[in-house]
């Protein structure tokens, strides 16, 4: 998408938002409705699968009502868009590599002011291709055993599962969960989110697994007036920095679940069994692996 189309298709995503109807943005700019829905309908999956748009997911098709109920968040990801980055995406990228994410870690040690968290954070995303709603509001009981001892093969409750349906959450990649042990040692010895015990390492139980760095759970909230859902803005713009640390193009969270898929399918699973890991139906998963190296059996 050159500036050009791009300035004409946000000016048409944004009166859309505000209100207007295609038919009357179609006369505005001396175009067919189609020509604006269409327009608008690639921009907004760009947003949403190259920014990230708070409270939709990757793989929904944007329609007009959707798009009006989540305004504030399309227009929110249009700031953050650069073109450049779709093209390197489309272009470039089907996964993202181990150097990729080694050279996340490095930028976070430079630049982040949360430097621990936010390199659990990141791994967290690659290794459990869990959404960020639902790390937003994992606990440090789903990490731990009473005991301590790291529950390898934890559970995504149904009650924070995106689909409302428990799935198995993994925690055996080990520089991911050195990561983590990093962080909770921080806020151990910061005496945040303890309790004075030594079940759980001395952490509460029911204490949200990753804080904002002023301590407390990340705040969530309803979105939309009809349909509500639960939205986490804050973890969203967590790992907005972090991928804008690297200076990498195309590299969002999006991808991140795309990348655990593509490793699956690698592996010999089928869309069944990935979309059981991912909390996917079969035909998101086909969705999301549509831009790797093959589709899913």
Known sequence: MNQGSLDTASTMLRALIAGSSC???????GVTKSAVSQRIRILALELQRIVG?????????????LIRLNGDAYLEALEHFVPDAALALDLRRDRVESEDID?????IARHSRCIRR???LLLTLFSTAAKPLEISQLEVRDYLEESGCIRTHSAL????????ISRDLLFQDQ????????????????GIGTHGRPFYRGLRPDSKLFLSRSGRAMQLRMNGA???????KEIHEIYRRIFAYSGLTGINTALARRTAAQTLLDNG???????????LRKLAVQKLLRHGAGAAP
């Open 118 to 120: 936010d390199t659990a």
């Open 269 to 279: 699973a089928n869309s069944e069994e990935i979309g059981r890991t991912l909390g």
């Open 226 to 232: 009809v349909g509500q859902h639960l939205v986490c």
């Open 53 to 65: 748009v708070v409270g939709v997911d990757e793989e929904e098709s944007p329609t007009a009502v």
């Open 103 to 107: 050279l996340c870690v490095m930028k």
């Open 23 to 29: 038919e009357h943005i179609a006369n505005c700019h």
């Open 157 to 164: 409750r149904a009650e924070i599962a995106m689909n409302r």
């Open 175 to 190: 520089a991911t969960n050195t990561a983590i042990d990093d962080y909770l040692s921080e806020r151990i010895a910061h």
